[in-house]
């Protein structure tokens, strides 16, 4: 898995857990902070201390830092036989990135598979207070 990481929330530990299920480990790639494009101030946490909350999770194996715009070239290097993405990508949520993981997952053989996940959660709308206003207006 590959992602911003930004703010942990339900939806990332739903779906972290599912990736971890498809195969024997799990390894997370974070991306770095200059490469993270969240807007001014953000991301709201470091990329140390995004790294160090995943790391508190005993399901994932190993988390590393992504010094890159995408993930390819991690995803070369490490071969993993599945390259899993949360389920925005389901809704076509990408920055043009997720083309080329895929590509480079598929090109020796690896398989590409978009998490279902119950709930689809945007850092982006915790921090604003918009998710907490569209659960207000729910209720």
Not at 36 to 49: D, H, M, S, T
Not at 96 to 114: M, S, T
């Amino acid at each position: 898995m590959h992602g911003c990481f930004e703010v942990l929330h339900p939806g990332h530990l739903t779906y972290l857990r599912e990736a971890r299920a498809l195969g024997d480990r799990l390894v997370v790639s974070v991306i770095c902070d200059r490469y993270a494009n969240k807007g001014v101030g953000r991301p709201i946490f470091n990329e140390l201390e995004r790294i160090e909350m995943l790391t508190h999770f005993d399901f994932i194996n190993n988390v590393m830092l992504c010094d890159a715009e995408n993930s390819v070239g991690i995803i070369k290097s490490l071969r993993p036989s599945i390259y899993a993405k949360g389920p925005e990508y389901w809704c076509g949520d990408d920055t043009g990135n997720f083309q080329l993981e895929r590509d480079a997952a598929e090109g020796y053989g690896g398989r590409v598979v978009i998490l279902h996940g119950d709930v689809v959660y945007s850092s982006t709308e915790i921090l604003s207070g918009e998710l907490w206003r569209k659960r207000k207006e729910a209720a």
